[in-house]
């Protein structure tokens, strides 16, 4: 079992910034694949970035530029920089983890952005 818990949601203006982060305890696997999803209001989950345990990055196209994902593998956690948020990007944001065939999620942390 792998439990995560993300931390670092809140509300933040129109183009301001917020950082994530999501710490993964119990069975972890050295080759892992880890990342941020998000779920906007009335919409359903969806990708928006992922770093695997070697640091390669893949990011979907519209955070390009904006967000920066990274990971700390001795404290087994992973990031997610925010930058020049917009209201579009107000949602639950959940932290996922992949190793050896296993999907863990972490309960989510809201981001809303509004003036």
């Known amino acids: 079992q792998v439990q995560l818990v993300e931390s670092g949601g809140g509300l933040v203006q129109p183009g301001g910034s917020l950082r994530l982060s999501c710490a993964a305890s119990g069975s972890i696997f050295s080759i892992n694949v880890m990342g941020w999803y998000r779920q906007p209001p009335g919409k359903e989950r969806e990708l928006v970035a992922t770093?695997?345990?070697?640091?390669?990055?893949n990011y979907v196209d519209y955070v390009k530029g904006r967000f920066t994902i990274s990971r700390d593998n001795a404290k087994n956690t992973v990031y997610l920089q925010m930058n020049s948020l917009s209201p579009e990007d107000t949602a639950v944001y959940y932290c996922n983890y992949v190793a050896s065939g296993m999907t863990y999620w972490g309960k989510g942390t809201l981001v809303t952005v509004s003036s």
């Open positions: 770093i695997t345990s070697g640091g390669w990055r």
